[in-house]
């Protein structure tokens, strides 16, 4: 609208007014940093830490700062979010301003920025879905763990998800820790997310929640899992709910390889432990479950036809290939189905392009660089 564009003509204007002003006041060295996460603040850090004469400014697109440890890290991991108070401190310092609400390639452009500057530094991030590309991924009811878990911190952009917690079973594809992370958030007792910094839509949403119990879902096997021991640990401790995990499953790996890296070997060995604790018991009473599913591939989302909405997921059934460590799964032309009311994508976050003046490989999502640098023949940061 006509509207919106004088407004960002307008922040434009400003941008370029406030940043010009501030370095023609100082000779000192100068650095823009786009992305005010972990990433930029620790670059920040680092780099006033160790220049006496070098002040900072850290541009984000978001009217506050800390990016994924405000947004990212699940409530009730309070201990993570606690290098928001060093990052504070920075944040108050005279060499050091955070410059918010201003989206790079929108707002201003890195040519822009570029004259006010000895060098920038981009550090914005993967804030965009992978997508499994299968049929149904559109339906109500399908949603990416990156736009879930920002509705449960906070996250302006996914206030309004809404996410139907109406029906008992969510399926989850994915093994990571964000996985982890949102299968925990959904069978923690509300007594306990009451103690935690969630936001109150999600915290009411969380009260009147039917879900009892999550599957997440892997291509490959219990080796290839890619989340860490601690994550694992808190899932078996969560209170009134059972791990259903198959003890099948783990009758190839019980006998770990040698040259196995020890962090591996203590994760496999305690999912060996917890399946033969708990077995595949179903859950009674008022206990809630969750269980990993392995050498499984999605390969469609299925249609409630009458509320228009997913109501299950179908499955191909893998076999793996090669090194025990790094296989690979292969499809076998097999298949199940597993019923939900709602299905989670928790497959990996990507970069997306975001000024005309930064290369970009969209096969890889990446910024061509050699060793960090990149210089597109105009800019070189």
């Not at 339906?139 to 920002?150: C, E, I, K, M, T």
Request: aromatic share 8%; net charge positive.
């Amino acid at each position: 609208t006509m509207n919106s564009c004088k407004g960002i003509s307008a922040r434009l204007v400003l941008v370029r007014r406030f940043v010009s002003t501030c370095t023609r006041q100082n000779t000192s060295t100068r650095v823009g940093i786009v992305g005010s996460g972990p990433a930029g603040f620790y670059t920040a850090h680092h780099l006033i830490k160790h220049n006496s004469n070098l002040h900072v400014d850290i541009f984000d697109r978001l009217p506050i700062p800390f990016g994924l440890v405000r947004y990212g890290v699940a409530p009730d991991h309070p201990d993570v979010k606690n290098v928001i108070n060093q990052f504070s401190v920075l944040a108050e310092s005279e060499r050091c301003r955070f410059i918010g609400n201003v989206s790079l390639g929108k707002d201003i452009t890195l040519a822009q920025l570029q004259p006010f500057y000895h060098a920038l530094v981009l550090a914005y991030g993967a804030d965009d879905d992978t997508f499994l590309r299968v049929p149904g991924e559109d339906l109500d009811g399908v949603l990416s763990a990156r736009a879930f878990v920002g509705w449960y911190n906070g996250l302006p952009e996914h206030a309004h998800l809404n996410p139907d917690l109406s029906g008992d079973t969510a399926v989850i594809i994915g093994q990571g820790n964000v996985a982890i992370d949102v299968a925990r958030m959904l069978l923690t007792p509300i007594n306990i997310l009451e103690t935690t910094d969630i936001c109150e839509h999600a915290l009411e949403a969380f009260r009147k929640s039917s879900v009892r119990r999550v599957w997440l879902v892997g291509r490959r096997g219990p080796l290839q899992v890619a989340f860490t021991i601690k994550e694992f640990r808190e899932m078996t401790k969560l209170p009134e709910c059972l791990a259903v995990l198959d003890r099948a499953d783990f009758e190839g790996v019980r006998e770990l390889p040698a040259d196995m890296p020890r962090p591996r070997k203590r994760l496999t060995e305690l999912l060996v432990k917890t399946a033969d604790a708990v077995g595949s018991e179903p859950a009674t009473g008022s206990r809630k479950e969750w269980g990993l599913r392995f050498l499984r591939s999605p390969v469609a989302f299925l249609c409630d036809q009458q509320r228009r909405k997913v109501s299950g997921v179908k499955l191909e059934i893998n076999k793996l290939e090669g090194d025990p460590l790094s296989a690979r799964a292969v499809g076998t032309g097999h298949f199940e189905t597993l019923d939900c009311s709602l299905a989670l994508r928790s497959i990996g976050y990507k970069t997306k392009p975001v000024d005309k003046d930064v290369p970009f490989d969209l096969k890889g999502s990446i910024i061509p660089n050699l060793n960090g640098y990149v210089s597109t023949g105009k800019l070189t940061f």
